[in-house]
Nanobody, 124 residues
Framework: VQLQASGGGLVQAGGSLRLSCAASGRTFSSYLMGWFRQAPGKEREFVAVIGRSGGLTTYADSVKGRFFVSRDNAKSTVYLQMSSLKPEDTAVYYC??????????????????WGQGTQVTVSS
């Protein structure tokens, strides 16, 4: 699986952005899809994960209620809608694909596939 993330940019605090991650291959719907982020000088951290059909979602406490993950299996794309953005959300955001829900934790050490990352900068 090859992943291509897009949609990052510069936004003011309180604003919104939507990240997209397009996957290649015919097995997209077999994978749980998710997002991680890495802020400067910090370890990469889990943000959100969505189940194969989109019915199961889990979020990090720091983004719960502000971020929304979704997927379109027909387009082999996963999205991360980010609202009420804060300066502390500034990071490089990575999409991820893995068959195991338990891998969506911490820095994602066991994640099988990663996108290239897209920068999100939130100004105060």
């Amino acid at each position: 699986v090859q992943l291509q993330a897009s949609g990052g940019g510069l936004v003011q605090a309180g604003g919104s952005l939507r990240l997209s991650c397009a996957a290649s291959g015919r097995t997209f719907s077999s994978y749980l899809m998710g997002w991680f982020r890495q802020a400067p000088g910090k370890e990469r951290e889990f943000v959100a994960v969505i189940g194969r059909s989109g019915g199961l979602t889990t979020y990090a406490d720091s983004v719960k209620g502000r971020f929304f993950v979704s997927r379109d299996n027909a387009k082999s794309t996963v999205y991360l809608q980010m609202s009420s953005l804060k300066p502390e959300d500034t990071a490089v955001y990575y999409c991820a694909a893995d068959l195991n829900y338990d891998h969506y934790v911490g820095p994602g050490l066991y994640i099988d596939y990663w996108g290239q990352g897209t920068q999100v900068t939130v100004s105060s």
